[in-house]
């Protein structure tokens, strides 16, 4: 029983990692729908990444023009949070994690917004089928993921991260894909938390709908 279930788990992870996008460089455009203190905003996103190396991201408003960037590398991260009154952070991806309160890897964030994912380790992983989803629960130092996966196309229908020792959750939704170029994306995601810290704490929802993708080679 034991052999058989470290072979289950060692082929679901090649079988993953074989559907995992291969890129270069990936461009969108998106609407972000933002439920804040009981009041909605509409936000429009530009996002570019370079595979492995470089996330940037744009937000602005038709109203209000420009509302901030963010660049996020492998070790570090900027956020631009207010143009007129220059308000920034700046710092490493640990300093980040600290504040939102999830150990999030660069890698793990690019997997996310892909619908893929985060974390192919499957050594302590347990592995069922579950209302016609493929669902994989990975027990981490500090919390838990639970991926729910299409079993055909190995991609997320939702994913929900627990810290341990404490009621708080993060939980993507993914209600549609589409191919671009070849590779299977969202093109809907939806945030949600019940988190009591300084990013979450008035964020009461989150939905962004990709309104335009392409992948290059440069």
């Known amino acids: 029983i034991l052999v058989s279930c470290k072979s289950t788990t060692k082929n679901t992870a090649v079988e993953i ?3 995992s ?3 270069d460089f990936y461009s ?3 609407k972000i729908k933002i439920n804040k203190k009981g009041m909605d905003y509409s936000v429009l996103m530009n996002l570019r990444i370079q595979n492995n190396e470089l996330i940037w991201i744009n937000l602005s408003n038709t109203v209000v023009g420009k509302l901030g960037k963010c660049k996020v590398t492998p070790d ?3 956020v631009l949070r207010d143009y007129q009154e220059n308000e920034y952070y700046e710092g490493s991806i640990s300093a980040l994690n600290s504040r939102i309160g999830y150990d999030l890897s660069y890698k793990m964030l690019q997997n996310i917004l892909f619908g893929e994912m985060p974390l192919l380790k499957m050594d302590s992983s347990t592995i069922k089928k579950e209302n016609g989803e493929l669902v994989i629960v990975q027990k981490e130092p500090l919390f838990t ?3 729910r996966l299409d079993p055909k196309t190995k991609k ?3 994913l929900k991260l627990f810290q341990h020792g404490k009621q708080e959750y993060l939980e993507l939704v993914y209600s549609a894909y589409e191919i671009v170029d070849g590779r299977l994306i969202p093109k809907e995601l939806e945030l949600k938390s019940n988190a009591k810290n300084d990013f979450f ?3 009461k929802e989150m939905k962004i709908k990709y309104l ?3 992948f290059t080679s440069d």
């Open 17 to 19: 990692e074989a559907e």
């Open 21 to 23: 996008i291969d890129f």
């Open 28 to 30: 969108s455009r998106s």
């Open 76 to 78: 570090s991260v900027f």
């Open 145 to 147: 993921l639970e991926n």
């Open 156 to 158: 997320l229908n939702s």
């Open 201 to 203: 704490n008035d964020l």
């Open 212 to 214: 335009s993708n392409k």
